[in-house]
């Protein structure tokens, strides 16, 4: 083969060998930087769309490209044609080649160690596809094939570094953020999470259901009771109207009758243990005559009484004696007769003498049930004027009375129609014109007490002129004076004083007393209240120059007074 041609084909395989080799490394560094990207992602998946359309073709070409083969150049019959050139004469174990019908070696500088030497001519030995890079991309391309699933690729995305991505109407990292922190305890981020506080409720639930299945149990049993109960009640509702004297609630109760019985018994027993003493003095009498039978019936022997006679006896009784001891045992059974009549279910019956003296009869009993009766009468009576304090009052009461000291008679206490005591003063201790002297008159024409308190109109758009007294007031002596009206314009602190005199038209004088003023809105107020004031008073303007007019004036008496 010339020369120049195996120096063309060298070139031309280094050519192809070099673009393989670009295109394997390009591959290479696009799996790699693939790889790369995806092991620094962390994306949702739902949330961002991959386009690998373009992925798809650069593997669609890489694959046509390996299943195509070599190019038709530099293959024969699917054999891979080599150029060999002769550089040297080196090694050895020389490899055998057919050409034509010899079977020759190749040139020891073509072989060593059994292995074809092929120099690459000219410096095209960069970016070659080594066996480790093949490898390398053959492992590549086994992971892309198994993640290829017709025209679609899954990527797994395992970490992403931190991206601004805007997607409209998308969750974003704030949103989802703020989603997380509103679901814990404290509504920011802390305390515990929902599931948990979930799970709380949920055994908090199951405990609150547990409870109420036993209070549940409970309020049925309660219910059960309650319905017994009221069956108890019912029934002794019916007992206690059972016991009343109509058999029906009606008339009187039952501790009413047995406490009639009661007195009943009592007033019997009185008479039954006058009876029992009557009867122990009779039981005592017979008692005797028992013994004396006793001894009688001792000497009785077939139908006779036995005598046992001493042969020296003195006065031996004679048949006249024995006659007489019969009469008087004929007088004893009689009289036995008559006790044993006496006797009934085991008693003596007693017949009580109606002449008998000192002895209660049934008759004075009687006489002496029919006084506590009257006794029992008086003290309802009695009890019927006892009040108790701070009720209304019985509606009977006791007369009290007194004696009169002109001849001793007693007299009733006299009171008016209301129930006020009448009280006559006759003399006074007080001399001649003592201050707050009364007559006998003056109490006669006031002789009730003021219950109620009284209001007044005093003055009705009059003016009090500076430095000048108002008219005269008649207090009527109440106890306690409040002025109340209104003025047209704001009293000062002391603008108007109060005098008063115990009689009218006499001297007034400065009580040391002041009515006050305030302002309401737009109205000017005027008000004072005061106790114990003398009888007669009059308003006295103290301002030196400025008149006082009063709209209203008003005059309200209160508490104990003589009523006028």
Do not use: W
Not at 543 to 557: E, V
């Amino acid at each position: 083969m010339p020369q120049r041609l195996h120096s063309q084909i060298d070139t031309h395989n280094a050519h192809q060998a070099h673009f393989h080799s670009e295109k394997l490394s390009e591959h290479t560094t696009l799996l790699e930087a693939i790889k790369t990207n995806t092991s620094e992602t962390t994306i949702n998946a739902g949330d961002i769309e991959l386009h690998v359309d373009g992925l798809e073709g650069l593997v669609t070409t890489t694959n046509t490209k390996l299943n195509g083969g070599l190019p038709s150049a530099l293959t024969g019959s699917g054999n891979l044609k080599v150029c060999i050139q002769e550089l040297g004469n080196e090694g050895s174990e020389r490899l055998n080649v057919d050409v034509g019908d010899d079977l020759n070696q190749l040139p020891t500088a073509l072989t060593g160690e059994g292995n074809l030497k092929v120099s690459i001519q000219e410096d095209h030995t960069h970016n070659l596809a080594t066996s480790a890079n093949q490898t390398t991309a053959n492992g590549h391309l086994a992971t892309v094939a198994g993640a290829v699933s017709g025209t679609e690729m899954q990527v797994d995305v395992l970490t992403m570094p931190t991206v601004a991505v805007t997607l409209a109407g998308g969750a974003t990292s704030a949103l989802q953020t703020t989603l997380l922190n509103g679901q814990t305890q404290d509504g920011a981020g802390g305390g515990n999470k929902l599931g948990v506080m979930v799970d709380a409720i949920n055994t908090n639930t199951i405990t609150g259901n547990g409870k109420i299945d036993t209070t549940n149990s409970r309020l049925g049993t309660i219910n059960t009771s309650l319905s017994d109960i009221d069956t108890t009640l019912g029934t002794i509702n019916n007992q206690f109207r059972g016991q009343s004297q109509d058999g029906n609630g009606g008339g009187n109760k039952l501790g009413v009758m047995i406490d009639a019985i009661n007195t009943n018994t009592i007033t019997q027993n009185g008479k039954i243990d006058s009876s029992n003493t009557l009867l122990t003095n009779a039981e005592a009498h017979l008692g005797n005559i028992d013994t004396g039978i006793d001894v009688l019936e001792a000497c009785v022997g077939s139908n006779k009484v036995n005598v046992n006679i001493a042969s020296n006896a003195v006065d031996f009784a004679t048949q006249t004696t024995l006659a007489q001891a019969e009469a008087h045992l004929g007088n004893i059974d009689t009289g036995v007769d008559v006790l044993e009549a006496c006797v009934g279910s085991n008693k003596v019956n007693v017949n009580i003498a109606s002449n008998a003296v000192d002895f209660a009869t049934q008759t004075t009993l009687a006489a002496a049930e029919a006084h506590l009766g009257n006794i029992e009468t008086s003290v309802q009576l009695i009890d019927d004027v006892v009040g108790t304090d701070g009720s209304t009052g019985p509606a009977k009461c006791i007369s009290i009375g007194g004696t009169n000291l002109l001849g001793g008679a007693i007299q009733e206490i006299s009171c008016d129609g209301d129930g006020h005591l009448q009280v006559d003063i006759l003399s006074s201790a007080l001399p001649s014109g003592a201050a707050q002297e009364l007559s006998n008159s003056v109490i006669a024409t006031k002789s009730t007490l003021a219950t109620s308190s009284e209001v007044k109109e005093l003055l009705s758009g009059v003016t009090v002129n500076a430095s000048a007294l108002s008219s005269e007031f008649d207090t009527e002596n109440y106890e306690r004076i409040r002025f109340f009206g209104e003025t047209t314009a704001l009293l000062g602190l002391a603008n108007i004083a109060v005098f008063g005199s115990n009689t009218s038209g006499g001297t007034f004088y400065n009580l040391g007393e002041v009515l006050t003023g305030i302002t309401t809105g737009s109205t000017h107020y005027v008000f004072g209240k005061f106790e114990n004031l003398p009888r007669y008073i009059k308003i006295f303007n103290t301002h030196g120059s400025t008149n006082f007019t009063f709209t209203k004036l008003y005059l309200q008496g209160s508490g104990g007074r003589l009523g006028v």
